[in-house]
Nanobody, 115 residues
Framework: QVQLVESGGGSVEAGGSLRLSCAVSGYTTGRCAMSWHRQVPGLEREFVSSIGSGGSTNYADSVKGRFTVARDNAKNTMYLQMNSLKPEDTAMYYC?????????WGQGTQVTVSA
């Protein structure tokens, strides 16, 4: 059974930092793309960042220069370093494992940024 478990969320003040982790079990992630998404209640889930199997990265414009995605294939884990956090970054953050045609989601970790 494939499981994705996010961790590292919490409450911080604006300007602070958090590091999210997404640990995958039951599947070898080395050949898969992985991504982070976030969702605020009442709104659609939005893309934050992705990292390909070869390490190529993409970011939403809203987080460029502040967030950094990384992965450790040996640990089947993806990370999201979030710096200079803003109140508008407040959301539930989800990780996604994409190995077409399969796609798996974690349960999310809450990030709350106060002004």
């Amino acid at each position: 059974q494939v499981q994705l478990v996010e961790s590292g969320g919490g409450s911080v003040e604006a300007g602070g930092s958090l590091r999210l982790s997404c640990a995958v079990s039951g599947y070898t992630t080395g050949r898969c793309a992985m991504s982070w998404h976030r969702q605020v209640p009442g709104l659609e889930r939005e893309f934050v960042s992705s990292i390909g199997s070869g390490g190529s990265t993409n970011y939403a414009d809203s987080v460029k220069g502040r967030f950094t995605v990384a992965r450790d294939n040996a640990k089947n884990t993806m990370y999201l370093q979030m710096n200079s956090l803003k109140p508008e970054d407040t959301a539930m953050y989800y990780c996604n494992l994409i190995c077409p045609p399969l796609s798996y989601w974690g349960q999310g970790t809450q990030v709350t940024v106060s002004a």
